[in-house]
């Protein structure tokens, strides 16, 4: 699965990019006003840990047409080419929708919450769809089944719109998503921590370890390797 990370942490993305092939990075409102201090120079420090091919989702604050389109200018004037204007599904949102992707942006379609909402960001031309998952698993509906029906609908319709699963609080969320065929989704320090420990992997780690010092001490098998029994 191509994951992306959901936070403007600099710690968590500077770490996590030095272990796992990230796709990208999102953010929005929210995640960037967590952090507090300047969010540009957040945004242009989240560009330079992960580099200008990997994705930046940047979210427009903006809720006039006009100005939506001057904001997407700015951002991706200030964050690269590889930079997708996060645009919430509206009316207005998406005319800019359509008219930012003529003019050769990217654009993901944030805070969608039904395959219908879906449908018409696609339509409009956006490059992927972000359902929210968890936020549908609060009010009682099934985020996974929204995924899997979104993808459903695209591949009927023939789309090329891609689903950025977003808004997941389990790890479970995000396996359940990926058993639906979703090739993509962005998921927090969180959920990636969760996705990655286990407490009988760590066990087994140590079982390993002291089984080995046990026999052959502090000695490494690259050291066995390399310079034989040593007397
Ligand atoms: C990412 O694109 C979304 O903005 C984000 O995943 C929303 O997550 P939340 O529901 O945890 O705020």
Not at 60 to 86: D, Q, S
Not at 169 to 196: H, I, N, P, Y
């Amino acid at each position: 699965m191509r994951l992306l990370l959901d936070t403007a942490n600099i710690e968590d993305i500077r770490y996590i990019n030095t272990y796992f092939p990230i796709v990208g990075v999102t953010t929005n409102p929210t995640i960037l006003s967590r952090e507090g201090g300047d969010p540009a120079a957040r945004l242009c420090e989240i560009r330079q840990i992960i580099g200008p091919d990997k994705e930046l989702h940047v979210q427009i604050t903006e809720t006039e047409y006009e100005k939506i389109m001057a904001e997407a200018e700015i951002i991706v004037g200030a964050l690269g080419k590889n930079t997708f204007v996060k645009i919430p599904i509206t009316d207005v949102g998406l005319r800019a929708v359509r008219d930012l992707t003529a003019k050769g942006y990217h654009v993901t379609v944030t805070a969608v919450l039904s395959a219908g909402q879906a449908l018409l960001a696609a339509s409009a031309g956006a490059d992927y769809v972000a359902p929210y998952v968890s936020r549908l698993e609060n009010i009682c509906e099934n985020g996974v089944e929204a995924v899997a029906e979104i993808q459903q609908v695209f591949d009927a319709a023939g789309c090329s719109t891609k689903i950025l699963a977003a808004s997941f609080k389990t790890a479970r969320e995000v396996v359940d998503v990926a058993l639906t065929g979703a090739a993509t989704a962005t998921v927090s320090t969180f959920v990636m921590q969760k996705l990655l420990v286990h407490t009988t992997t760590d066990t087994s780690i140590k079982g390993f370890r002291d089984d080995w010092e046990n026999v052959f001490g502090k000695r490494t098998l690259g050291s066995w390797l390399t310079n034989g029994e040593q007397k």
